[in-house]
Structure formats: C-alpha cells, structure tokens
C-alpha cells in the first residue's frame, strides 16, 4: 500500500487546515488509518484514527475537540480536519494504515503555525 499525504502548510494560530492522504496498491477498506506527528526533536506520537467503516474514531487528549478524520472509502482517502491550530501542533504530520497483518506510513506533509 502506497500512501500520499497532502494539505500542509503554513497558518497562523487559530486557523484550520485540512490534511488528506490517499491510499493505492491495496483495498483500503481492509486498513484502520490513522493520523501521526512528528515535531522537531521530539518522538512520532499519535494523533487520531479511524475505524475500517469510518464508525469509530479516537483521538488524543491533545487534539480533542479541533481535530476530526473521516475517510471516504469509495475515493481511498482519509481526511484530518484540523481547526483552532496551536503552535504546539506544528509537526511533521504522517498518515497510516494498518491492517491485520500490515502496516503502512505516508511520506508525511509539514504543518506549520505561526503565533
């Protein structure tokens, strides 16, 4: 499976962006996706993820509230909607899919935010 992150950027504090990464070479219903970040210096740590149906999503503390993902298996692709952006989430972001035997990641997309 192949996985193609886009949508960073630069913002500034408070503003949204939105995050997609599509997926080839694999059926992507089979893959629970995710979304982590990497900040400079600092370890890659998870963000969010996403059922295999898109019925369940889990997010960290850190994000709760700003963040939502979806996907739309019918485009292989999942989504990170990011809102009310911080300082502190200016990372490296990278999407991934893991299956039951499998795991993937995206080449990551840079978000940067400005205070």
């Known amino acids: 499976v192949q996985l193609q992150a886009s949508g960073g950027g630069l913002v500034q504090a408070g503003g949204s962006l939105r995050l997609s990464c599509v997926a080839s070479?694999?059926?992507?219903?089979?893959?629970?996706m995710g979304w982590f970040r990497q900040a400079p210096g600092k370890e890659r740590e998870f963000v969010t993820r996403?059922?295999?149906?898109?019925?369940?999503?889990y997010y960290a503390d850190s994000v709760k509230g700003r963040f939502t993902i979806s996907r739309d298996n019918a485009k292989n692709t999942v989504y990170l909607q990011m809102n009310s952006l911080k300082p502190e989430d200016m990372a490296v972001y990278y999407c991934?899919?893991?299956?039951?035997?499998?795991?993937?990641w995206g080449q990551g997309t840079q978000v940067t935010v400005s205070s």
């Open positions: 070479g694999g059926t992507f219903a089979n893959y629970r």
């Open positions: 996403i059922s295999r149906s898109g019925g369940t999503t």
């Open positions: 991934n899919a893991r299956g039951f035997f499998n795991n993937y």
